[in-house]
């Protein structure tokens, strides 16, 4: 039996296929810096107090601001969806107090993006 074209599945991951650890506090964590791609949610681990920035860039010295968090969060209670397009790499960079969170993220070209 044939397959219409329109009745084609398009494979997709909606939460991320990848993921990276920032360690909270002050300190920047390069998540991805290969290319283009999509940051889709991160999650708390470690409760903090103080904002971390999400940045478009290889580090955030020259890196385009794309997310803040809030400045107050509770460890493991909720997933902040968020599904921003990245054109150089997804960094992360805190301030004392800041919490750490587990980032997803899609790569372009591969699945879910």
């Known amino acids: 039996?044939?397959?219409?074209?329109?009745?084609?599945?398009i494979q997709m991951n909606n939460g991320g296929q990848y993921y990276g650890?920032?360690?909270g506090g002050n300190v920047e964590?390069?998540?991805y810096t290969g290319g283009p791609?999509?940051?889709?949610?991160y999650c708390v681990v470690t409760a903090g107090t103080a904002?971390?920035?999400?940045?478009?860039g290889t580090?955030?010295?020259?890196?385009t601001i794309i997310h803040l968090t809030n400045q107050t969060h509770t460890a493991g209670t909720t997933m902040f969806v968020t599904e921003i397009p990245f054109t150089t790499g997804l960094v992360v960079k805190g301030t004392t107090g800041s919490a750490a969170v587990t980032v997803m993220y899609n790569k372009q070209n591969s699945n879910g993006t």
């Open 1 to 9: 039996m044939a397959v219409a074209s329109g009745d084609l599945a």
């Open 21 to 23: 650890t920032f360690t």
């Open 29 to 31: 964590t390069a998540i």
């Open 37 to 41: 791609g999509r940051f889709t949610q």
């Open 51 to 56: 904002t971390a920035t999400f940045y478009d």
């Open 59 to 63: 580090q955030s010295t020259g890196g």
